[in-house]
């Protein structure tokens, strides 16, 4: 099992520096003021490729592991605390991707910011953005009491359209418009649980989009639970929609309703928040939720906002892109439904005519309600086109050296530069997956005797090879001492709650904590069957190697 890193997208901060000693990365990080040690090596890479102590630094546009595969293992780590109070890991890497020499030599030029490559690379950008595009799908709640906001939906999407057509942009900006509610095993008279209306990729122009949509109007009976099949909806979008013609991809939900979590029996996904926004992070759609905070669901609200906060976090630069509209108010909804749609379409005709999108969103004037809306719109612009970039020019890791990194950056320290992929093969995640089980089958049995619960996972022990007669009978006994998750776990840098768990601690926990820990093994399991069978995303490690060797980089927040 490999643990190996993921850039993040750079669109919040600056790009990520390989250093030769490790003594270099932490005077920075233990500087009162990083910024008087870093900005001397940065001006120094803008003017050629070389800065004392730093071996390279990551490209300028966004990788995506997905299309443009990369390792870079961690060979070592430790946690510290920085001057400025941040938990921050210094990680020793090595930088491992294909690179011919041609491709190398390009990605060094590009990475020095040489003033001669900077010129050509600029006017190369500009020429790659006038094919920048962007569809935006809304995921309407279709129940009961949603008329309005649906007819209001509709309106905002109209006015977009007519200045579409007007800046001859029919092109470039595309909508698309899917509806939920909930169960229809439950109750059959909802019609259905999501229904695409309209996709992004056939739809013409406005009178065509409007024409697809005219059927849309809320549900004529209720739902069994006032929670709807939110994540249903988003993951209709996400997975039955072709993003890839799209360099700029947004899925903006409208509900005045929670979601169902993955364990509700009514649940059409079996996922939760976190699996579904994760879910989107692979194609690179960013999830917006207006969130109606209706008086009928006033006893919701606070769990429904802690819900569309975990979905709607873009995790190319850790933005909240989750916008109450109190007590549902229809005008203050209809603003933000105009501004954002309105904010998309402006970036995508500013990439068009070259201009810094960036810089004229930020300009722009709008209601102070809206302004941090606009602002988010605005950096979550920007870190599409770099990753759209990316993508055209081929942007690459640096080539085949050992570094130090640390994954926050230097002077915004609260800001990720990497995020950690475990790469684990079909065998591994289809053992991860079958001891998950055991350990979940143990705490259902837990729920009703606690002390069943560690006497079952002592036999699961001894099953895999582990004397029992070694472990601890005390009760002090933690999972990681059992030995059942060792071989999955024990090397990753994170504070895994399955492994640190042992039976005083189980038994001490009431009923609902009980079930809060049940619950989360079990969202995990299923995504792992998500995994499994998401036959795209399986890589192999070397050109022509066996295919049971192939490996899923899956997210570290997904292990047990």
Known sequence: MQLTLAFTNPANRDRLMFFKERKTLESILDAPDPVSLVAPLRAKLKQSALAPGVLAQEPEYFIDMQKQFYLLPVLSGEEVMTEAGFRTR?????????????????????????????????????????EFSAAVVFVIDSTISMDPYIERTREAISKVYAQIAKENLGRQVKFGLVAFRSSTQAVPGLEYVTKMYADPNTVKDGADFLAKAADLKQAKVSSKSFNEDSYAGVMQAIDKVDWSPFGARYVVLITDAGALDGDDKLSGTGLNAEQVRIEASNPGVAIYTLHLKTAAGAKDHAKAEAQYQALSTYTGTNTSLYYPVDAGDLDAFGSKVDALASAITGQVKAAYMGDDAIGSAMNSKAAPAEQKMLDDAALIGHAMRLAYLGEKTGAQAPPVFQAWIADRDPIKQNVPTTD?????????????????????????????????????????????????????????????????????????????????????????????????????????????????????RWVPLAEGSDARDNVYPVPLEMMP
């Open 90 to 130: 210094i990680l020793n890497v090595a930088s491992v991707s294909k690179a011919d020499a041609v491709t190398a030599a390009a990605a060094q030029q590009a990475q020095s910011g040489a003033s001669p490559g900077q010129a050509q690379a600029a006017a190369n950008a500009t020429s790659q953005l006038k």
């Open 420 to 536: 950690v992929r475990v790469l684990l093969t079909k065998s591994q995640l289809s053992d991860l997956s079958d001891v998950l089980k055991k350990i979940l089958d143990a705490a259902n049995e837990g729920l009703i005797s606690p002390s069943e619960m560690f006497e079952r996972l002592r036999s699961v022990a001894a099953t895999m090879g582990t004397d029992p007669n070694q472990l601890k009978q005390d009760g002090t006994a933690k999972l990681s001492e059992l030995g059942v998750l060792g071989e999955y776990l024990d090397d990753l840098p994170y504070h895994s709650e399955v492994l640190n768990l042992d039976e005083e601690t189980w038994k001490s926990w009431d009923g609902l904590a009980q079930e809060k820990f049940i619950r989360t093994l079990s969202t995990k399991l299923r995504h792992y069957q998500v995994y499994n069978a998401d036959v795209d």
